[in-house]
């Protein structure tokens, strides 16, 4: 009898459509759709500063890019000590405390902004620390239900143009093919690496590519292009996933892209501080109207409670999912949870930026450095409480999250 009925089954799973066949997400029309046929309202958080950190999040106004932030922490360091602190920044920064947490308060998806370099070497060579890193986060977020948007922030040369690429500060990635073959060669190998994997939604090919103040009138035409090359080599290896295409001029314009170019295309954008008013996204529904594809708005917030509920509520009045920036930062009122900020932290950012040339006491490095390692732990940092229910998500220990 266990026989026949598993005869059957697999007989009916043959003759299901590949769709029903599926454990991934996929879109039909403007919305995403569960495993199991339902719609799925994308609310997220992204995983900033993890994995690419950014000066402001420091509370460095010149140390901008990651370059310049492992600079800072040699000099206040030396190298081999600056090496144990990311370590331990790296493995503390998100655990699995925060990914159960985040699941807790009401949110059913995180993106993580990656840098190329924790992925591969200079010369092409698929490896670094940032793989075991990302494979154990993946992990708890399947464990507890959260899907995963992996979202390159820094590509090979830099597809900004701004200090969040770790560029040179120009987009070189749209002039130099040996930048474009490496990330293609990035997204391979990471479409590969996660092939089939129920956690993972889609893919953010690039974060913000080119920056409005750049030669937007050669590199606009460059960009659709490209992606259709990323896709490519994605679904080459693992067909059925999602990929989200990210806007030019920081995310914010779709003028450069005609139809979708394949299924399963999902077009995201960015928007902070906007008017929480249709006309801000109107230009976005016209492209979403005119193709029938999905939007999705993959980073917003950064400002006060009452602007982050007005932004959402006019997102999720149009069906649109969001992810707002960011889960975890320095002594911060607009995020989720805020890191405490250490003892002698001015005198630790006043010599990253170049603002005072001695460098502080030992006792004032040892002491600031520790107390922030010491501070990154959820039960360390203080949650925002208001920010969450802005959200429209738990809004208090006891409270239950929405669904």
Not at 144 to 173: E, F, R, S, W
Not at 218 to 232: A, D, G, I, Q, V
Not at 306 to 332: M, P
Request: net charge neutral.
């Amino acid at each position: 009898m266990r026989l026949l009925s598993a005869i059957i089954a697999v007989l009916l799973t043959f003759s299901l459509p590949a769709w029903a066949q599926s454990r991934l997400v996929r879109i039909e029309g403007k919305h995403f759709i569960a495993p199991d046929g339902s719609p799925l309202h994308l609310k997220g958080i992204s995983l900033g500063n993890w994995l690419m950190p950014e000066g402001y999040m420091f509370k460095f106004e010149v140390a901008k890019a990651p370059r310049q932030i492992y600079g800072a922490f040699d000099r206040l360091l030396g190298p081999e000590r600056a090496s144990a602190f990311w370590r331990t920044y790296r493995d503390t920064y998100i655990d699995q405390d925060d990914i159960r947490f985040i699941k807790s308060v009401g949110f059913n998806m995180v993106r993580i902004p990656l840098h190329w370099r924790l992925f591969m070497t200079a010369d092409g060579h698929i490896d670094g620390d940032g793989w075991a890193l990302l494979d154990r986060v993946v992990g708890w977020a399947r464990e507890a239900g959260l899907y995963v948007i992996l979202d390159l922030h820094a590509a090979p040369g830099g597809q900004t143009g701004i200090n969040h690429d770790d560029g040179p500060g120009y987009p070189l990635m749209f002039y130099v093919p040996r930048d474009r073959d490496l990330t293609v060669k990035f997204w391979r190998a990471i479409a590969e690496h996660y092939a089939g994997n129920p956690a993972i939604l889609g893919y953010d090919l690039l974060n913000e590519p080119i920056a409005p103040y750049h030669d937007t009138a050669t590199l606009n035409p460059r960009l659709e292009p490209f992606y259709k090359r990323l896709t490519s080599a994605i679904r080459a290896v693992d067909p059925d996933r999602i990929v989200f295409l990210a806007g030019g001029q920081w995310s914010s314009s779709f003028d450069m892209f005609g139809p979708p170019f394949a299924p399963n295309l999902a077009y995201t954008y960015h928007s902070f501080w906007a008017s929480t008013k249709r006309d801000s996204i109107q230009r976005h529904l016209n492209f979403a109207d005119r193709y029938n594809v999905p939007l999705f708005l993959g980073e917003t917030g950064e400002l006060t409670d009452q602007w982050n509920e007005g932004f959402r509520k006019l997102h999720e009045a149009h069906d649109i999912g969001w992810s707002f920036w960011t889960y975890k930062n320095l002594d911060s009122p607009s995020t989720v949870v805020s890191i405490p900020r250490p003892e002698g932290w001015n005198d630790i950012v006043a010599f990253a930026d170049g603002q005072r040339r001695d460098r502080p006491s030992a006792t004032v490095i040892d002491r600031a450095v520790a107390q922030y390692l010491e501070g990154i732990p959820l039960a360390r940092t203080t949650i925002r409480w208001s920010y969450l229910a802005s959200l429209g998500l738990k809004s208090g220990p006891d409270a239950p999250a929405s669904r």
